[in-house]
């Protein structure tokens, strides 16, 4: 059992490049997440999606797009990358229910030059 | 909107006991979860407060208290591989994107 996958680990970009950050789960959890951590920020919410074909803003949007075409994959993408954008960021998954743990990826460390 | 207080760093010694607090700011909410993060690694899941009271989850403990927007992590048998950073995080349901976390406390276990 998987869990959840991200790839890539990790990334160098050049400011102004796009990516796509690939997010999968094998549970089957109806809610996925991005977030990015930068130090003594904690973990700050990106985007969300609370089922196949959905997503939401979070608290930091701005520069990333996302998409849940499939159940279990969430991508975020990052069309004109910044520096402002060098940080890592992490997967996660959950079942639609409250009282539940969210389960994490191992993170995408990326770095804008 | 929310807002949660931890504080930055915590030390303590092999053997000990360490209490983290987590005091929050918010309209509502479902309950207070904890996760813990090793150096490099990915959050993990430690325990979830609904309700009021203490939640006990073998050596690590935690606790609510709605009235007074506060919450602990309780840590107690210190053990070195419990050096990590240790997060609060606020429930706020589906529609606000469920989890909301706070800075993050980097505990220190000394020998």
């Known amino acids: 059992n998987a869990g959840v996958t991200q790839t890539p680990k990790f990334r160098v970009l050049k400011t102004g490049q796009s990516m796509t950050l690939l997010c999968a789960q094998d549970?089957?959890?109806?809610?996925m997440y991005w977030y990015r951590q930068d130090p003594g920020m904690g973990l700050r919410l990106i985007h969300y999606?609370?089922?196949?074909?959905?997503?939401a803003k979070g608290e930091v949007p701005d520069g990333y797009n996302v998409s849940r075409l499939k159940k279990q994959n969430f991508l975020l993408g990052l069309e004109s990358a910044a520096p402002s954008q060098t940080s890592v960021y992490f997967c996660?998954?959950?079942?639609?229910?409250?009282?539940?743990?969210?389960?994490f990826g191992q993170g995408t460390r990326l770095t804008v030059v | 909107g929310q807002s949660l207080e931890q504080p930055s760093e915590v030390t303590a010694v092999e053997g000990a006991i360490v209490q983290i607090n987590c005091t929050y700011q918010t309209s509502g909410f479902y309950g207070l979860s904890w996760y813990q993060q090793h150096d490099g690694g990915a959050p993990t899941f430690l325990s979830y407060n609904a309700l009021d009271g203490l939640e006990e989850t073998g050596r690590f403990s935690s606790f609510l208290s709605r009235s007074d927007s506060y919450g602990y992590l309780l840590l107690q048998e210190l053990q070195m591989k419990d050096s990590a950073s240790y997060f609060c995080?606020?429930?706020?349901?589906?529609?606000?994107?469920?989890?909301?976390f706070g800075r993050g406390t980097q505990l220190t276990v000394w020998p």
């Open positions: 996660a998954s959950s079942f639609h229910r409250v009282n539940t743990e969210a389960f």
């Open positions: 999606s609370v089922g196949e074909g959905t997503t």
């Open positions: 549970m089957n959890h109806e809610y």
């Open positions: 995080a606020l429930d706020r349901g589906s529609t606000l994107g469920r989890l909301y």
